[in-house]
């Protein structure tokens, strides 16, 4: 059974080696906290990231995430395209992720298990390599302090790099083609071979169980705010965090629903070749989100009347980003505006994802 994005206690017992029922064990063994460690660059985070963090949270009780620095990861493969001060806050915006150490080894060793106190490490079913070609986890391999975790097939930061850089400016023009009906009506089915009819990327397959997985599940409290607030949220970045944790520090007690729009909306209003990642990756890269209670998939452009009183949303915030006007025209924060609820909020982060093509170009 799965509660808020995690297993029951007596499911992370089982994962993670507790002794079998019927078995004689003390109340203090029982109670025994499980620290589970994982380790890696985390850059440019995706929802695959995420979802190793959370089938990792899943074997215990306590998740501790190692992130390496900048010169560590430039020795070993190069460059990053964050910064280690904004992959180290990405990271701890992660909700399975309990607590992060800034500047962990790129080997994994013993050693550093012993010193944070962790059972053991996970890492996915990928082999990492060290710039001498050593497996990074062999010496905890060896002592049998390793769990894996499937990687989430379908994405990866190399395959968002390649988007980035083979996608045409013209692509989604693309979307009234056989094409393209062809790409939507394969999303979902397991197993079929989709591919994106703008870049020929494989894509990323959608169920319902997965959003599950990743969704709180939490409703609105007695007492609490709920805020909405709207956007791409596109090759979610550090720029949405630092917005999506200003808006959650407008209450006490906020409920943040994010309404998501629609891939051909978006690129209505945002042109070139975006949105980059589709509107399934983006709910998950939402959904992993710890300031985020809600996301509404496919919400309208317009703030309207209807949304704003069946979400019974108190206040609306927008960040100091252009907001662009609807297709008649019009303000798409105009109700809002007249209900006296809209909130310009400023992160203190201009990051666009704009910016982080750009980064990607320059390092490419």
Same mark, same amino acid.
Request: proline share 4%; net charge neutral.
């Given at each position: @059974?799965?509660?808020?994005?995690?297993?029951?206690?007596?499911?992370?017992?089982?994962?993670?080696?507790?002794?079998?029922?019927?078995?004689t064990?003390?109340?203090?063994?029982?109670?025994?906290?499980?620290?589970?460690?994982?380790?890696?660059?985390?850059?440019m985070?995706?929802?695959?990231?995420?979802?190793?963090?959370?089938?990792?949270?899943?074997?215990?009780?306590?998740?501790?995430?190692?992130?390496?620095?900048?010169?560590?990861?430039s020795k070993?493969?190069?460059?990053?395209?964050?910064?280690?001060?904004?992959? %180290?806050?990405?990271?701890?915006?992660?909700?399975w992720v309990?607590e992060? *150490?800034?500047?962990?080894?790129?080997?994994?060793?013993?050693?550093?298990?012993?010193?944070?106190t962790?059972?053991?490490?996970?890492?996915?079913?990928?082999?990492?390599?060290?710039?001498?070609?050593?497996?990074? %986890?062999?010496?905890?391999?060896?002592?049998?302090?390793?769990r894996?975790?499937?990687?989430?097939?379908?994405?990866?930061?190399?395959?968002?790099?390649?988007?980035m850089?083979l996608m045409?400016?013209?692509?989604?023009?693309?979307?009234?083609?056989?094409?393209?009906?062809?790409?939507?009506?394969?999303?979902?089915?397991?197993g079929?071979?989709?591919?994106s009819?703008?870049?020929?990327?494989?894509?990323?397959?959608?169920?319902s169980?997965?959003?599950?997985?990743?969704?709180?599940?939490?409703?609105?409290?007695?007492?609490?705010?709920?805020?909405?607030?709207?956007g791409?949220?596109d090759?979610?970045h550090?720029?949405?965090?630092?917005?999506?944790?200003?808006?959650h520090?407008?209450?006490?007690?906020?409920?943040?629903?994010?309404?998501?729009?629609?891939?051909?909306?978006?690129?209505?209003?945002?042109?070139?070749?975006?949105?980059? @990642?589709?509107i399934?990756?983006?709910?998950l890269?939402?959904?992993?989100?710890?300031?985020?209670?809600?996301?509404v998939?496919?919400?309208?452009?317009?703030v309207?009347?209807?949304?704003?009183?069946?979400?019974?949303?108190?206040? *609306?915030?927008?960040?100091?980003?252009?907001?662009?006007?609807?297709k008649?025209?019009?303000?798409?924060?105009?109700?809002?505006?007249?209900?006296?609820?809209?909130?310009?909020?400023?992160?203190?982060?201009s990051?666009?994802?704009?910016?982080?093509?750009q980064?990607?170009?320059k390092?490419?």
């Amino acid at each position: @059974m799965i509660k808020n994005g995690h297993h029951t206690a007596n499911q992370q017992g089982k994962e993670a080696g507790a002794a079998p029922a019927g078995t004689t064990c003390s109340p203090e063994k029982r109670r025994r906290t499980i620290r589970v460690w994982c380790d890696g660059c985390y850059d440019m985070v995706h929802y695959g990231h995420s979802n190793q963090l959370r089938q990792a949270k899943a074997m215990g009780d306590y998740l501790i995430v190692g992130v390496h620095t900048d010169e560590e990861i430039s020795k070993h493969k190069g460059p990053p395209v964050f910064t280690q001060a904004e992959r %180290y806050k990405m990271v701890r915006a992660i909700k399975w992720v309990d607590e992060v *150490v800034e500047g962990a080894p790129y080997v994994t060793t013993l050693e550093t298990l012993d010193k944070y106190t962790c059972d053991f490490c996970v890492h996915g079913d990928d082999i990492t390599l060290t710039m001498d070609g050593k497996d990074t %986890y062999d010496e905890v391999k060896r002592s049998g302090r390793y769990r894996e975790c499937k990687r989430t097939q379908g994405v990866s930061t190399t395959d968002l790099v390649g988007r980035m850089l083979l996608m045409t400016k013209a692509h989604h023009s693309n979307i009234g083609n056989s094409d393209y009906q062809q790409y939507t009506d394969n999303f979902g089915k397991q197993g079929s071979q989709c591919h994106s009819p703008w870049t020929g990327v494989s894509q990323f397959l959608q169920t319902s169980r997965k959003i599950i997985q990743f969704a709180s599940g939490k409703e609105p409290q007695p007492g609490d705010t709920i805020i909405y607030v709207a956007g791409a949220f596109d090759l979610f970045h550090i720029g949405h965090v630092d917005f999506l944790e200003a808006a959650h520090k407008q209450s006490d007690k906020p409920y943040i629903i994010v309404g998501l729009h629609f891939d051909q909306e978006v690129n209505r209003y945002k042109g070139k070749n975006y949105p980059i @990642m589709n509107i399934h990756e983006r709910t998950l890269s939402v959904l992993a989100c710890r300031y985020v209670s809600e996301v509404v998939i496919g919400a309208p452009y317009a703030v309207t009347r209807d949304l704003l009183d069946h979400f019974k949303v108190d206040l *609306v915030c927008h960040g100091k980003t252009e907001v662009f006007p609807d297709k008649d025209g019009s303000d798409p924060y105009a109700e809002p505006k007249k209900r006296g609820i809209l909130r310009t909020v400023d992160s203190g982060n201009s990051l666009t994802t704009d910016d982080i093509v750009q980064r990607i170009i320059k390092n490419r």
